[in-house]
């Protein structure tokens, strides 16, 4: 992947000077600290708005409950980077963001469970509102921080804390399954990205510990033996399930291989509003970032997709094992970047396999094929809302 004269970048034109990466590297810095500003503290937004939207159905002072969410987390978050007195950026972001989540609702059911026992400082109604609102946190707040500053206290004298509890929860089972853990990234991910949630880095635990090391395995047999059939004649073996095999043959335009779904769009639908927003999301799909058309379409809550968006995954998987144990394909010996544009994410992560980059496009032709149909019935049932919509205003402009 260099630069240099007779490199894959140098064949289609692409020449990058000292200078010119050098630029790049300061970009990247940037780009950096927007993410540390943004996703690197995911877990931190979790607990606030779970917290608060859950207070909120409860009808209760929602942005207290959410404060106290954040409160409580901060407070079973270990203050130590080896010697120094600091929160490691680890448990901020969406590696942690499980944890987050259960700490949101916790604290927002403990926080009505309070108020509605009257546990709190009244006073008169002289008092502005905004000062008797704060007043009024008060003891909840002393009550739940209490509760988990003991939590806290008493896992750091175990050597734990209450994150790595959760995550250990979830990892430490499902490493010793092999499999298991594919295809629970697999079905999960879509799965939690339905109802809104990052399904990658609520599982970043799964990936990162467990599936990225897998592939790191197999990188160090390949570069050992120097071939994988060198290796398996050693009776080496190598995980099928290492994470760049979701990205090369699954995970196709990102999560519910939508890259599938925006093809099928330009093929199948006559919306102009659907086709904008596929031409919206089709470059950042083609490099697996697919925000533009999860909530752009959208596909969070819609019931029209939520059968292609979750079973799309699985069948692409279905087909990579297939491939894989009949020989088409090679295992994961490279880690590419994740944004490699489908294809070519196969092509490098294999060191080189064109059988690795039709497979890849076979699934991606696989996925349009599954959301074709569904973009069909999807066009009609939004033709149907607004024909109806359309009846009603004028059913409601004849009466004036």
């Not at 292609?308 to 995954?313: A, H, T």
């Not at 496009?361 to 049932?381: E, G, Q």
Request: charged letters at 10%; proline letters at 5%.
């Amino acid at each position: 992947l260099s630069f240099g004269e007779g490199s894959f970048f140098y064949s289609m034109g692409i020449r990058l000077d000292a200078s010119t990466i050098e630029t790049l590297n300061g970009l990247k810095g940037i780009g950096g600290n927007v993410y540390n500003g943004t996703l690197g503290i995911m877990s931190l937004m979790a607990p606030f708005f779970i917290g608060m939207a859950l207070a909120e159905e409860r009808k209760v002072d929602a942005l207290a409950a959410g404060l106290l969410s954040v409160a409580a987390f901060m407070t079973v978050t270990p203050y130590s980077v080896g010697e120094a007195y600091a929160v490691g950026a680890n448990w901020l972001g969406g590696a942690n963001i499980i944890s987050g989540i259960i700490i949101g609702l916790v604290v927002a059911e403990m926080f009505t469970f309070i108020v509605r026992r009257n546990w709190v400082i009244k006073l008169p109604d002289s008092v502005p509102a905004s000062v008797s609102r704060s007043f009024s946190a008060l003891i909840p707040g002393f009550i739940i921080l209490s509760i988990m500053g003991i939590i806290s206290w008493a896992l750091s004298n175990y050597g734990s804390n209450f994150h790595q509890i959760i995550m250990d929860t979830i990892s430490t089972p499902l490493a010793s399954l092999g499999s298991v853990v594919g295809w629970a990234y697999v079905i999960f991910v879509p799965l939690l990205w339905f109802f809104g949630i990052h399904g990658s880095l609520a599982l970043t635990a799964l990936d990162s510990g467990i599936m990225t090391p897998w592939a790191l395995e197999n990188i160090s047999i390949y570069q050992q033996y120097g071939s994988v059939d060198a290796a398996l004649e050693a009776g080496k073996t190598f995980h099928i399930w290492a994470k760049p095999m979701l990205d090369s043959y699954i995970f196709l335009g990102g999560s519910g291989a939508t890259l599938g779904l925006i093809i099928a769009i330009f093929l199948a639908s006559r919306r102009a509003d659907y086709r904008q927003v596929a031409k919206l999301a089709l470059p950042s799909g083609i490099f697996q970032i697919n925000e533009p058309i999860l909530f752009g379409l959208p596909i969070i809550m819609n019931p029209v997709m939520f059968i292609p968006f979750i079973l799309v995954q699985p069948i692409l998987a279905a087909i990579t094992l297939v491939a894989y144990y009949l020989g088409i394909i090679p295992p994961i010996t490279n880690i590419a970047p994740w944004t490699m544009p489908t294809g070519l994410g196969a092509f490098f992560n294999t060191n080189g396999s064109v059988a690795a980059l039709l497979v890849a496009l076979f699934n991606l032709a696989v996925a349009t094929l599954i959301y074709l149909p569904f973009v069909v019935v999807a066009n009609k049932a939004q033709n149907a809302i607004e024909q109806e919509e359309s009846e009603e205003d004028i059913a409601n402009a004849l009466k004036f």
